[in-house]
């Protein structure tokens, strides 16, 4: 097992905890597409369908032919650096408290020019570069000029790590332990140098091996919770929650029926009270330590991440009650993020398809196993992202969804999937 | 009421040869030493026989594809606060068969059909009747699946008298103090090993001894084990098909005599329903 990052030194208690700054988070409409984008993890520019010419900043016609004709196309980012600078006083509060800072113009072989921030790994202009579209602390798309050749992480820059939610040296609590994805995201956290692991268990008397095994990780501690139950959460709140610094919610209760192949609601009651219910309890109890914590640098509360569905955005009836019930969670985690987001905590989604577990024993192939899962949800938080479609299923369903939702419900509801 | 008489196999006329009926008390002899009790010597104590109802108490287990007892769990409606300045109180949710709970004959389904077999409609005399008190704690810490047996009865009746009819049979394994509920549950990969009784012995109390109903300090009156018994869940099956009824997560049973004790339960009123958590206790001459 690799050693988690060296512990920082412990924090003068005499000293007041910081509070976070933002970057300047205000986009028109237009701009928030180079956001929709990144949040995906990906690069995109406007084009124009008449003139083909690409075009940055956003605008709402086309710069050459003034066409309206304009859709958001993914970029490879690659450019030359032709100058730069580094900043070295700056008006807003967020830039003032990190200075100096390096930024470039960079010429793209698309044919325009931007400013992008500098990964460390960059050489003196002027070089090739390429440029990446990450989120930044106020959740807004920012460029940044990466290396053309090789693949440096985010992290590796002082100044852009927390771009990224890197699990390396942070205290992370897992929900839920007694599922195989619970397990395989907290055997992945510790294999990527978090420094302290929190597994939730409910219901002890029902032993499971892969939790059993978790406790020979050094880093891994069992901790009772029960989402179901608010007086058990609110006593782990208070016992950790003024150290978790990420939150990744892996609690779920999934039953496999339609909702005329179950009598009753009380499966469906329950799903919700996990998959819904569940994740609010947890914002109630967790959400005001993160947020007071979220500059307590250098490990400061950073991300919340929810394990999603992809049948959250379209029900896929033979498992109806659990589509609804993770259709409410994100609902939910949309109002997380909303309340997060000012103060730069990260509310990550994962939307995948069929699991290869018990539950989703029925379901054809391709299923993703609970280690592809769990190296999903590190390359979450390793990038720079709020969105992760993990897997053929998930990314299939997503691309016929923003097609064309109603087609989507259609072709699920008829069987297909 | 007198509960309804369904066939069952084995069943035979009482009999009672070779055991004494004096020690042993029915209701009305119980209350009338208890009244005794309470004018002259020592008087009565009140036992609580009932476990804390909290969200740390387990429920049954069940396969997980199977609907669910849902475990018992309170929600804050206020608490002298924005929500309600003056006072405080909770919503509560929970299944009928949880905490220390009260079966009714409804609850199976050998007993689906008699009258009276609900909540709301169980004769209320039967809400106060004596106990027999059968110490299984020795048995029960030295083997999780103990199991009694008719044999343990007619030795228990040898010395303390026949159990009277109409009283309440309740198995004592000191089960209740295992305040783990880890240890409590005892589950392993082949199920729950919790004692309870055998076949024979719930068709003994029920055909031999026409007894009220029979408790227990686990989470079932039937053994861990007893879906491999033939029947299956045979304290299920027997009693309720004969009108008789069940007590479970009881506590204090240590603290009763083996006799001579009265038990007070009075499941919710709730309409057909097929059992309810309830405070249970005894009212009980001071030794």
Redesign the interface.
Known sequence: MPKPAARPRPKNPILRTRQATLPPASRSRVALGLTAAAARGRFALQACRDCGAVQYPPREVCRACLSHRLIWRPQDGKGELLTETTLRTAQELYFRERLPWRIGLVRLDAGVNLVAYLHASVGAASCRVRVEAALDRAGQAALIAMPEKGRPDLSEDPKLREFTCDPRGRKILVTDGKTSVGQAIAHALAKAGADKIWIGEAEPWKKVAGLEALRGVPQATIVPLDVTDGGSVQELAGEIGGKVDILINTADHHRTFSIVGRRGVETAQLEMDVNYFGLLRLAQAFAPALKARAADEPTNAIAWLNLLSIFALANYPPHGTYSASKAAAFSLSQALRAELRPAGVRVINLFPGPIDDDWDQLEMPPKLSPAALAAAVVQALKGSVEDVYPGDVAQDWVARHLDNPKALEREVGEGGR | MKATKKPVPGKKAPSKNGVKTSAAMSRSDALGALLHAVATSGGVHIVDLTQTLS?DF?PI?LPP?M??S??F????ISRYDDRGLGWYWNNVSFGEHTGTHFDAPIHWISGRDLPNNATDTLPVEHFIAPACVIDCSGEAAADADFLLTVAHLKAWEKRHGCIPPHSWVLMRTDWSKRSD??A??N??ETGQHTPGPDPDCVRFLVNERDVLGFGTETIGTDAGQAAHFSPPYPCHYYMHGAGKYGLQCLCNLDRLPTTGALIVAAPLKIRQGSGSPLRVFAIAPRR
Not at chain 2, 73 to 76: F, N
């Open positions: 969200p387990p287990v594809e609907g669910q849902r475990p769990r309170m929600e804050e509920p880890v409590y549950q589950l392993d």
